[in-house]
């Protein structure tokens, strides 16, 4: 061998070494990237993990808030019924006792009017007693119209009050 074909197999024995260190870097640095991006995608999928967790958190806690607010409504609008079912039997049997004459329904009348026209006696009868107040009785059928507006007034209030709780109850539900 030659010394040129001795220094022209060192040249290509140096490029050969390079090229093999060269890989050899490209390989380390390879493995390195590729420990750094799997450590990014756990770190990544840690995240999205726990705004997983937080959104379903967030989503139960709304509804326990619906939820609750609902149970509220039922209970209030239970309570409403039965005041409202409590005033209609009321009514009914205030009715029902001015039909039968068991009870009379009497007005107190003003003693210092005296363009009234009106001479009912002051002193108690024998049917009921009356200290000293002028009172005149009611025709029963104006006795039943009275009860019958009393009724309505009293169902338009309790629904008011149902309608109130409710809206209060809506209000009162806490937001974020």
């Known amino acids: 061998m030659t010394p040129v074909q001795k220094l022209s197999g060192l040249v ?4 050969v070494l390079m090229a093999g260190a060269a890989g050899i870097t490209w390989q380390v640095q390879d493995w390195r990237m590729g420990k ?5 995608a756990g770190l990544h999928e840690t995240d999205l993990t726990n705004i997983g967790n937080a959104a ?3 989503v139960r ?8 607010a609902e149970q509220r409504v039922t209970a209030a609008d239970q309570q409403h019924t039965r005041e409202l079912t409590d005033a209609q ?10 039909a039968t004459a068991d009870v009379r329904l009497s007005v107190l009348l003003d003693a210092t009017d005296s363009g009234s026209g009106c001479d009912v ?6 049917v009921g007693v009356v200290h000293a107040a002028r009172r005149a009785q009611l025709d029963p059928a104006h006795a ?3 009860i019958g507006i009393t009724d309505a007034g009293d169902q338009g209030l ?10 209060l109850t809506i209000i009162q539900q806490p937001h974020q």
């Open 61 to 68: 806690a709304e509804q326990d808030k619906r939820l609750a």
């Open 12 to 15: 290509v024995l140096i490029l």
């Open 36 to 40: 750094k991006l799997a450590e990014q």
């Open 121 to 126: 006696p002051a002193a108690p009868g024998a």
């Open 158 to 167: 309790i629904a008011l009050k149902a309608c109130q709780a409710y809206v």
């Open 144 to 146: 039943q119209r009275i």
């Open 56 to 58: 379903a958190a967030q």
């Open 89 to 98: 039997r009321n009514q009914a049997l205030l009715r029902d006792r001015l």
